[in-house]
Nanobody, 122 residues
Framework: VQLQASGGGFVQAGGSLTLSCAAS????????VGWFRQTPGKEREFVAAISWELSTDYADSVKGRFTISRDNNKNTVSLQMNSLKTEDTAIYYC?????????????????WGQGTQVTVSS
């Protein structure tokens, strides 16, 4: 499966953005999909994930602000980001793993898309 992340941009603190991860090559319904982010000099960190069975998991830092969802008919997974903070600034990546249902934060994802930059200004 190939993944294409989009939807990044510039936004003021408190604003919202929606990221989209479009899958091609295979139907995304059989994949767990996660969002990760990375800033220069820091390790990549988990943000949110949704299993193929529709269970979700979130990093503590984004709980209550971010919502992950999937539309299997459109072969996409979205990340709605509200109440954005300057510390949310990063390159965001989506990743997929076949039949992923558990340990969404710690598992190894086999497929990765290119990143999309999110910049939150104060």
């Amino acid at each position: 499966v190939q993944l294409q992340a989009s939807g990044g941009g510039f936004v003021q603190a408190g604003g919202s953005l929606t990221l989209s991860c479009a899958a091609s090559g295979r139907a995304v319904y059989s994949y767990g999909v996660g969002w990760f982010r990375q800033t220069p000099g820091k390790e990549r960190e988990f943000v949110a994930a949704i299993s193929w069975e529709l269970s979700t998991d979130y990093a503590d830092s984004v709980k209550g602000r971010f919502t992950i969802s999937r539309d299997n008919n459109k072969n996409t997974v979205s990340l709605q980001m509200n109440s954005l903070k300057t510390e949310d600034t990063a390159i965001y990546y989506c990743a997929a793993d076949r039949w992923a249902a558990t340990n969404l934060q710690g598992r190894t994802y086999d497929y990765w898309g290119q990143g999309t930059q999110v910049t939150v200004s104060s």
